[in-house]
């Protein structure tokens, strides 16, 4: 019987595994050491949050993509539920903002995308999108996540949203 078991969680395990080979993956790369959750409550307490979205990983899909981003972005904080919405008339805190980038280049960085700078789309492998995604306050840099997924279909697909929800949480995530 434990021999069954085992054979099972060994089996069951392998499975989830390759599965993780597609993604998503996100990781936190910065966060400043203190105060970064306080501003990103501060910046939504009076209204939505100004999100910046660059780069199109599908051709003909960026309203599709905006409504998926500003959803999942609704849904990633059930903590502190927050809006966000990508006019800045409409931000309550305008100085701050969640800036992504889809397919950045290679050595670019949070802090490039909260300078404005301008950075063009890195060409990808069919099928993966890569995120780079930072919190910003009067152009400097609070924190920094990225990530990628695989095997993405379009700009509706759910391993999207997920990758953008995870890369999300990792903004505010306390280092252990």
């Not at 434990?2 to 989830?16: D, E, K, V, Y």
Request: hydrophobic share 40%.
């Amino acid at each position: 019987m434990r021999r069954a078991a085992l054979g099972l969680l060994s089996f069951l395990s392998a499975l989830g595994l390759s599965a993780c080979g597609d993604g998503p993956v996100t990781q936190q790369s910065y966060m400043r050491p203190s105060g970064t959750w306080s501003e990103f409550v501060y910046a939504g307490a009076e209204g939505p949050i100004l999100l910046e979205i660059r780069g199109e990983p599908f051709k003909d899909g960026q309203a599709q993509l905006d409504r998926l981003v500003l959803a999942t972005l609704a849904d990633a904080f059930p903590e502190r539920p927050t809006g966000f919405t990508l006019d800045p008339a409409q931000a309550s805190h305008p100085n701050f903002r969640l800036t992504l980038m889809f397919d950045p280049p290679k050595m670019a960085r949070a802090s490039n995308l909260c300078a404005g700078e301008a950075l063009a789309q890195a060409p990808n492998e069919a099928g993966k999108v890569n995120v780079l995604m930072g919190f910003c306050s009067k152009g400097e840099m609070l924190s920094e996540s990225w990530g990628w997924v695989k095997k993405v279909e379009g700009p509706t697909d759910p391993r999207l949203g997920r990758l953008i929800h995870f890369a999300a949480r990792h903004l505010f995530q306390a280092p252990k």
